[in-house]
């Protein structure tokens, strides 16, 4: 009996496909209507409109080689035509991919339990307690000594440097006008 019941949800999980179909779509028509800096925007929407009409489908999911090519020069410049493969399953859900591309359906996210750490963060705790045992000690007690360590480095500056500050000699220069003359043969 639990056999059947596995297949009978296997069943009800995996959509079979009711129809399937390719079309040229025309996009040129809808996206002069809308400002430039705004054609590609429009161009996906109205593929969407085309396979909801034409598949009689609410539920449209266009798929990712359909949506690099309509994106493929920016957002001034869709194509004017896209051939789509239009697949619709049984529960009404329509995918639209590139012709010639595979169809890839979506696979639903789990989400991870609450109650169960992600491995990503074992794996940091771990990490933090590996680069510890290599440091010596626990990364709060080479903190504080790092802290008085530089204390001391500070006093000692202190000490080489006095706090009032005594303008330098400077060795008096010529003036540059004295100097020129100096170097003007002739004068």
Not at 61 to 70: A, D, P
Not at 108 to 116: F, L
Not at 130 to 155: H, W
Request: aromatic letters at 6%.
């Amino acid at each position: 009996m639990a056999e059947k019941e596995k297949t009978k949800k296997k069943e009800k999980k995996e959509a079979k496909k009711v129809l399937e179909r390719t079309y040229n779509v025309p996009l040129r028509k809808e996206w002069l209507k809308s400002p430039r800096w705004n054609r590609t925007k429009k161009a996906v929407s109205a593929l969407r409109a085309f396979i909801a009409k034409h598949m009689k489908s609410d539920d449209v999911k266009i798929g990712k080689y359909v949506n690099l090519e309509l994106w493929k020069h920016g957002i001034k410049n869709p194509p004017h035509h896209v051939k789509v493969n239009c697949v619709k399953f049984d529960d009404g859900k329509v995918i639209a991919e590139l012709f010639g591309r595979p169809i890839e359906e979506e696979k639903p996210k789990e989400k991870p339990k609450k109650e169960e750490k992600p491995k990503e963060a074992e794996g940091k705790e771990e990490k933090i307690e590996k680069i510890e045992e290599r440091l010596g000690g626990k990364k709060e007690d080479k903190l504080e000594e790092a802290k008085e360590i530089e204390k001391e480095e500070i006093e000692e500056l202190k000490k080489e440097h006095p706090k009032s500050h005594t303008p330098k000699e400077t060795a008096k220069q010529p003036f540059f006008k004295e100097h020129r003359r100096e170097m003007i043969p002739g004068r």
